[in-house]
Structure formats: structure tokens, C-alpha cells
């Protein structure tokens, strides 16, 4: 099992930017991939982008390419997720995700931990 902890939400003003951070502790494979979904109020949650441990592999949802970069610091076993051009639409609860297969894509289910979210709220 993997625990994962998210830092770095917060209140930020539309075109502003954040750093959100996850830590992965306890059983880690070598190949797992890192991914962020986020979820907003009423809606489903949604992927937003993920990376693979030991070859940088990496995809970006539509709705942030462009505008978000995600990270790896393999000594740390954190991943990040630099966040800029902030919009309101951006508000949301952000989940990291772990999967132990590598498996980098979109589909929730196929990630096997997840941590307890951290809130981004952006102001208009």
C-alpha cells in the first residue's frame, strides 16, 4: 500500500499560480506512475495529469495543457503539479494517485491509492 500526501492548495487570484506537491510513502514500485485528478463541487472527478516513475512518460488533460507542468523528484518520491494561469474554473479538490502497473492515462480506476485531496480555489 502507498500513502500518498498532497500539499501546496490554497486561495490564489485568477492568472495567479500554485505548487502542489505529493509525497508517496511505504510500498513503491519501481515503475509506478503519480497522477493528479481534481475534483469541483457537483461535478465528477477529473483527470488532470500523470508521470511515470522511472522514464518521465507523461500526459496532460486538454484543459491544462499548456498551463500546468507536473514533475518527479525520484529521491523524494514526490511528484509536482506547477499550476499557472490560474482560472475559476480550476477550482476544485486535488486528488494524487498512484498506480503501481505504470499505468499513466485518464481512467480513474485504474489507479490503486489515492491521498486525501487538497483544495484549490481561484478567485475572479
Known amino acids: 500500500q502507498v500513502q500518498l500526501v498532497e500539499s501546496g492548495g490554497g486561495l490564489v487570484q485568477a492568472g495567479g499560480s500554485l505548487r502542489l506537491s505529493c509525497a508517496a510513502s511505504g510500498r513503491t514500485f519501481s515503475n509506478y506512475a503519480l497522477g493528479w485528478f481534481r475534483q469541483a463541487p457537483g461535478k465528477e472527478r477529473e483527470f488532470v495529469s500523470a508521470i511515470v516513475r522511472s522514464d518521465g512518460l507523461l500526459t496532460y488533460s486538454d484543459s491544462v495543457k499548456g498551463r500546468f507542468t507536473i514533475s518527479r523528484e525520484n529521491a523524494k518520491n514526490t511528484v509536482y503539479l506547477q499550476m499557472s494561469s490560474l482560472k475559476p474554473e480550476d477550482t476544485a479538490v486535488y486528488y494524487c494517485?498512484?498506480?503501481?502497473?505504470?499505468?499513466?492515462?485518464?481512467?480513474?480506476?485504474?489507479?490503486?491509492?489515492w491521498g486525501q485531496g487538497t483544495q484549490v480555489t481561484v478567485s475572479s
Open positions: 494517485a498512484a498506480s503501481r502497473s505504470g499505468y499513466y492515462g485518464s481512467q480513474a480506476r485504474l489507479y490503486d491509492s
